[in-house]
C-alpha cells in the first residue's frame, strides 16, 4: 500500500466522508452561499446561524470527493458553538496547514480532527477540495455578520 | 490483439515521455490523450531546430532568416492542408487553438456583413458540446437577440436526431455541433447533419478538436452538401505544441467573414481613417503568429500522415474495444456513452459508485496512471447523465494493451483501497 496514498487518505477522512456530521440544510439561518470549484465541478450550499456573536449552526448539501466531504464535516465539528472570532481564528490556522506545501506542524489542540488534513497539503490539485467549503463558511459567516459591510465590499 | 499499430514498441519509443517513471517507480501509464497528447521526437527536434537555426519573425524581415522562417511557417500550413485535405491550402488558418478558432466564427459572425446573424434568427447546438462549442454561442446569441437552440442525448450517448426538423428550420442560420464528443466518445453524424443545414441555407461549424487525432478527414473527397463550412482542431491534441489551434473555412465563407483581430499582418493598406485587409488567410493572422508552434504543428502531421490515419484509427478502435471490455469488468462500473468501439472515439468516461473521480483519479496517479476526473469541461453532458462528474480515459496511438491491463487493475485496487467490496 502506498504510503503517499495512506497520508492523504488518513482513517478520519475516510470516516468522515463515509459519516458525515452535520450534513443537510437547516432552519433558522442568517446566510447562505453556493460556492463551486471550477476546475472540477465540485458544488457545496453552505448556511450558517449565528446567536450573539455564536456560531450556533453550520449546515450544509455538497456534491464532491472525499476530501471535499470530509473537510466539510470536520469544518462544522470545528465550529459549531465557537465564538466567531475563535471560529476565525481556526479557520485561518486550517488555511495556514493547507498552504503550508506540507512544511507546517498542525496544532491538535486548535484543530482536532482536521490534521488529519495535513498531508492533503503535499497534493497541489487536491488542496482546493479540502478547502472548498471552508471558503463557504467564511463568506457566509461574514455576510451574516455584517450584511451591509460585505455587499459594500462586493459592490 | 487485431489492429493495433504493426511497430506500436517502436512507435512508443519516438515518445520519451513513455519512459518516464513516476511515484515508487511506476512506468507512466498515460491516460489523457484527450487532454491532451504526448509529443514524439520529432515534433521537439524540429521545434528546437527552428528556435536554433531559422528564428525571425515572418513575412516581414527582409533577411535570410525572415526568409526561411517564413517558408517554415507556410510549409506548416501546406503539411495541415495536406493533413485534412483542404480544397485550397489558402483556406488554412493559424490561431491560437480550438477555443479561438470557435470565438472567431461566433465573434465575426454576430457583426455586420453577408452572413450577420441577427434577432429571430436561431443557432443549433447540442447539449454534449465542450463548453468552448456552448460559450461563445450563447454570447452571440446575447449580444445579436437569436436564439440558441440544441440537438438533446439519448439514453445510450447518441446524439437525438428524432428532433432535428423542428432545430432545423428556415430560421437557423448556424448549425455548430462536435464531430467525435470529448465526453461520450461519440462519433456524430456531422455529414448528415450538414446536408439538413445546408438545405435550409445554414452555415455549419464543426468542433473536430477530437476527430483529428483520430479519424482520417479528406474534405475534398466530402460531397459539397455534407462538407463542414468551418472546422476547429487544436494542434496538441494531434501530438503537435500547445498554442497553435487551426480554423479551415471555405474561401466562399471566409471571404465573406468580417476580420477578428485588427492588427499587423492583416493588413492591405491602412490610412487614419481605415483600412483594408489581406486575403485569406492572412487576412485572420493579427499579430506575429505562433511560429514555432505552427512548425512543430507541421512536423506532427508529417508523423500522423507517416503512421497513416487509417491505421491510427484502427489502432484506437482496438484499444478502445479492449478498454471497454476490461473496464466491464470492474464491478459496479457504467461507462457513459456507446458501448461499441466501431461508434465512438478513444475517450472513456465512467463512474464507480462510492468513489468520487477525483479520488479514483488520485489512487491511479499514485500507481503512476493518469487519467482525467471532473466535468471535462462538459457540464450539460454530464448534467444529463445525473451525474456530477466522472472519471475518463482516453488512449492514443501509443497507447499499449498492457496499459489497459494496468488500469484495470488500478480500478481494482481503488475499489478495495475505499472498501468497496
Known amino acids: 500500500m502506498s504510503t503517499d496514498l495512506d497520508a492523504l487518505y488518513q482513517e478520519i477522512i475516510l470516516d468522515h466522508y463515509k459519516h458525515p456530521h452535520h450534513r443537510g440544510l437547516r432552519e433558522p439561518f442568517e446566510a447562505e452561499v453556493h460556492h463551486v470549484n471550477p476546475t472540477c465541478g465540485d458544488e457545496v450550499t453552505l448556511r450558517v446561524h449565528l446567536t450573539d456573536g455564536r456560531v450556533d449552526d453550520v449546515s450544509y448539501d455538497a456534491l464532491g470527493c472525499s476530501i471535499s466531504q470530509a473537510s466539510a464535516s470536520v469544518l462544522t465539528d470545528l465550529v459549531i458553538g465557537k465564538p466567531v472570532d475563535d471560529a476565525m481564528r481556526i479557520h485561518d490556522e486550517f488555511l495556514t496547514l493547507m498552504q503550508g506545501k506540507g512544511q507546517v506542524e498542525p496544532d491538535e489542540e486548535v484543530l482536532e480532527d482536521g490534521i488529519a488534513f495535513a498531508g492533503v497539503a503535499k497534493f497541489p490539485a487536491r488542496i482546493k477540495c479540502a478547502l472548498l467549503s471552508w471558503m463557504a463558511w467564511k463568506d457566509a459567516t461574514l455576510s451574516a455578520v455584517d450584511p451591509v459591510e460585505t455587499k459594500k465590499e462586493s459592490l | 490483439m487485431d489492429g493495433l499499430l504493426p511497430d506500436l514498441e517502436v512507435v512508443r519509443k519516438d515518445f520519451p515521455i513513455l519512459s518516464r517513471a513516476l511515484g515508487d517507480g511506476w512506468p507512466l501509464v498515460y491516460l489523457d490523450s484527450a487532454n491532451t497528447s504526448q509529443k514524439p521526437q520529432v515534433v521537439i527536434d524540429t521545434m528546437v531546430d527552428h528556435l536554433e537555426r531559422h528564428n525571425a519573425n515572418i513575412a516581414r524581415a527582409m533577411h535570410q532568416l525572415g526568409a526561411e522562417a517564413t517558408a517554415a511557417y507556410e510549409e506548416a500550413r501546406d503539411k495541415v492542408a495536406s ?24 465573434n465575426t459572425l454576430a457583426w455586420a456583413g453577408d452572413r450577420q446573424v441577427g434577432p429571430g434568427d436561431e443557432v443549433v447546438i447540442t447539449e454534449m458540446e465542450h463548453h468552448s462549442n456552448i460559450v461563445p454561442w450563447q454570447l452571440l446569441c446575447e449580444r445579436t437577440g437569436a436564439t440558441l437552440r440544441w440537438f438533446g442525448i439519448t439514453e445510450d450517448g447518441r446524439l437525438d436526431l428524432s428532433s432535428v426538423d423542428e432545430l432545423i428550420t428556415e430560421r437557423t442560420k448556424v448549425v455548430s455541433l462536435v464531430w467525435v464528443s470529448n465526453m461520450l466518445g461519440t462519433i456524430n453524424p456531422i455529414g ?230
Open chain 2, 83 to 106: 493533413f485534412l485535405g483542404a480544397p485550397e491550402r489558402d483556406e488554412v488558418v493559424f490561431l491560437k487553438n480550438a477555443t479561438e478558432a470557435l470565438n472567431l466564427a461566433a
Open chain 2, 192 to 421: 448528415e447533419i450538414a446536408r439538413r443545414a445546408h438545405a435550409v441555407g445554414a452555415l455549419v461549424v464543426v468542433d473536430a478538436s477530437q476527430a483529428a487525432p483520430q479519424l482520417p478527414i479528406d474534405l475534398a473527397a466530402m460531397p459539397d452538401e455534407e462538407r463542414p463550412d468551418l472546422l476547429a482542431f487544436t494542434g496538441h491534441k494531434v501530438v503537435g505544441p500547445t498554442g497553435i489551434g487551426v480554423l479551415w473555412g471555405r474561401r466562399a465563407v471566409l471571404d465573406q467573414l468580417p476580420p477578428f483581430l485588427g492588427g499587423g499582418e492583416m493588413i492591405e493598406t491602412v490610412t487614419m481613417e481605415r483600412s483594408t485587409y489581406a486575403p485569406i488567410p492572412h487576412k485572420f493572422e493579427a499579430g506575429t503568429p505562433p511560429i514555432v508552434e505552427a512548425v512543430g504543428l507541421g512536423a506532427a502531421v508529417d508523423y500522423l500522415s507517416v503512421l497513416g490515419m487509417e491505421s491510427v484509427q484502427r489502432h484506437e478502435r482496438a484499444i478502445t474495444a479492449y478498454a471497454l471490455e476490461g473496464l466491464q469488468t470492474v464491478p459496479g462500473l457504467t461507462v457513459l456513452g456507446p458501448l461499441d468501439a466501431a461508434e465512438r472515439g478513444g475517450a472513456i468516461s465512467f463512474e464507480i459508485p462510492g468513489v468520487h473521480p477525483h479520488d479514483v483519479a488520485t489512487v491511479l496517479d499514485s500507481r503512476g496512471i493518469a487519467v482525467r476526473a471532473g466535468h471535462h469541461c462538459a457540464k450539460p453532458a454530464h448534467a444529463h447523465f445525473g451525474v456530477q462528474s466522472s472519471t475518463r480515459m482516453s488512449s492514443y496511438l501509443y497507447t499499449a494493451p498492457a496499459e489497459i491491463d494496468a488500469l484495470v487493475e488500478g480500478l481494482e485496487y481503488t475499489r478495495s483501497y475505499f472498501k468497496l467490496d
